[in-house]
Nanobody, 124 residues
């Protein structure tokens, strides 16, 4: 059974940085697409970034390009999201997701496994 546990959220001022972590267990994730999504109150869950666990290829939403970076540590089975120059509109519950796939998945409905989320709040 795949388990995903996020951490690293918190309250930060605009312009600040946070690094989210997601520890994955229960499988060998070599052929997995691992993604970050977020959901703000009253809004749909949206794609943030994704990485192919085997190749390290990444993709991210236009609204975070140049500010957020997704990486992974294969030895620790941990996914990261480095978030810099945070804005109040980045405030949301951030989720880690995993799905067996040979390519990067950007749509939430394609992911079977989800963490519980970690809250990020950016004050102006």
């Amino acid at each position: 059974q795949v388990q995903l546990v996020e951490s690293g959220g918190g309250l930060v001022q605009a312009g600040g940085s946070l690094r989210l972590s997601c520890v994955a267990s229960g499988r060998t994730f070599n052929s997995y697409s691992m993604g970050w999504f977020r959901q703000a109150p009253g809004k749909e869950r949206e794609f943030v970034a994704v990485i192919n666990w085997r190749t390290g290829n990444t993709d991210s939403a236009d609204i975070v390009k140049g500010r957020f970076t997704i990486t992974r540590d294969n030895a620790k089975n941990t996914l990261y999201l480095q978030m810099n120059n945070l804005k109040p509109e980045d405030t949301a519950l951030y989720y880690c997701a995993a799905q067996a796939a040979w390519y990067n998945l950007r749509t939430q409905y394609e992911y079977a496994y989800w963490g519980q989320g970690t809250q990020v709040t950016v004050s102006s």
